[in-house]
Structures are given as structure tokens and as C-alpha cells.
């Protein structure tokens, strides 16, 4: 089973920082996904990416498939991206869905 | 536009009594999927299909099951519900294997 860990745990930071969040997974991959869950709100989807780097607007993802290792950063924090960020991966083989990490809690401060 | 969405959004029931969650989707997606969300606990895979007529069980199945009469739809069903399965609920669907996945608003369920 693919064992996913993001860090850190809980971010808290001043309007306009560069964020990053960073999430790491033992076994390859076929995909990884980046999502954003507000409070008390549903999932949403930030980005899909099996390799490479993915920008949307002040967003971009990375992952290395060599080192098994994503990031996501957030460029000119503002406090509506208060939200937590969840990994997840999908596995080749086996059981399928997807494999999440526990999530990074973002707090952006004005 | 194209949905999924879950009902209820909260519930409350109490020890031993089934409760169905609903989960339907308008985007035609083949894959659909149920998972639990739980603190200390990344989302959980409880039950899934492939297509009509097709579930598969996830990480967390005991206590639940699920069925697939129509693309539309995936109902989650808690045969005998216990204070274990309080969590909060997501549904979500995707066209085929990697592809995005989207994700409904989560039904909030409280087992007394």
C-alpha cells in the first residue's frame, strides 16, 4: 500500500508569502493529485499531474517521480487560500481510488 | 453544468438503524467512488464502481455496501449503523482511470 505524507501538518502565514507544501509517497505512481477542501466545504480539485510542473493562476505543481515527491506552491498568499490541501496518488495495480494524505491546514493572516 | 451532489448533507440517526446516503452525478462519468474523512485519517476508499452493475470493495467496507442500478448514481447504504461510522461522507467520479476526479459537498453523518 502507497503511504503518502505531506508536511508540513499545519501552516499558518502573512498575506502575500510564498507557500509551499510538500507531499512525499513510497511506492510509483500513476498520477498524483493536489486538492483544496475549505471549511466545512466539499473537495475540489486543483490539479492532476504524472510529471513535470502544472500552473493555474497564482498555483503550480511539481513532481519528481525519481525522488517520489511533489509540491505544491502558492505564489502572493491571500486569505482566501485558507484551506486544507490534500495529496492523494493513485497506484498502479491493486485495489483502485486513490490514496490520500492527511492534509496541510493553511491558514493565510491579512 | 454537470454535478455531483450528495443528500443529505447532514444526518443524524441512531445505533443499529440502516441509513442510505445518495450520491449522483450528471457528468455520464464510468467510475464512482465513496470515501470516509476522518481525523487523524486521510479520506478512506469504502466502496467503488467501474460502471452498471459493477462494485468493488475499498480499504473500509465492512458495515457497508453500495449499488449500481444506473450510471447516475451510487448509493451508499449502512446496513446496521454504528458510532464508528460518524464521519463525514464524500462521494466523487471520474470518466476513466486518471483522469480528474470530482468530488461531491460531503454528507455530515452523526450516529447516536
Known amino acids: 500500500k502507497n503511504e503518502v505524507e505531506q508536511s508540513p501538518q499545519n501552516l499558518t502565514a502573512q498575506e502575500g508569502e510564498f507557500i509551499t507544501i510538500n507531499c512525499s509517497y513510497s511506492v510509483g505512481i500513476s498520477a498524483l493529485h493536489w486538492l483544496q477542501q475549505h471549511p466545512g466545504g466539499g473537495i475540489v480539485s486543483l490539479f492532476m499531474?504524472?510529471?513535470g510542473k502544472k500552473k493555474h493562476g497564482r498555483l503550480i505543481a511539481t513532481i519528481n517521480i525519481q525522488e517520489k515527491h511533489s509540491s505544491l506552491h502558492i505564489t502572493a498568499s491571500h486569505p482566501r487560500d485558507s484551506a486544507v490541501y490534500i495529496c492523494?496518488?493513485?497506484?498502479?495495480?491493486?485495489?483502485?481510488?486513490?490514496?490520500f494524505g492527511k492534509g496541510t491546514h493553511l491558514i493565510i493572516q491579512p | 453544468d454537470a454535478e455531483i451532489t450528495q443528500s443529505p448533507r447532514h444526518k443524524i440517526t441512531e445505533t443499529g438503524r440502516q441509513v442510505t446516503l445518495a450520491c449522483h452525478q450528471t457528468w455520464n462519468h464510468n467510475n464512482m467512488f465513496w470515501y470516509r474523512q476522518d481525523l487523524g485519517h486521510g479520506l478512506r476508499l469504502i466502496h467503488y464502481?467501474?460502471?452498471?452493475?459493477?462494485?468493488n470493495k475499498g480499504e473500509v467496507s465492512d458495515g457497508y455496501s453500495v449499488s449500481r442500478s444506473n450510471t447516475e448514481d451510487l448509493p451508499l447504504t449502512l446496513e446496521s449503523a454504528a458510532s464508528s461510522q460518524t464521519s463525514v461522507y464524500f462521494c466523487a467520479s471520474r470518466m476513466d482511470r486518471d483522469t480528474e476526479a470530482f468530488f461531491g459537498q460531503g454528507t455530515r453523518l452523526t450516529v447516536v
Open positions: 492523494a496518488v493513485r497506484s498502479g495495480g491493486g485495489a483502485d481510488g486513490l490514496t
Open positions: 464502481s467501474y460502471g452498471v452493475q459493477d462494485t
Open positions: 499531474l504524472s510529471s
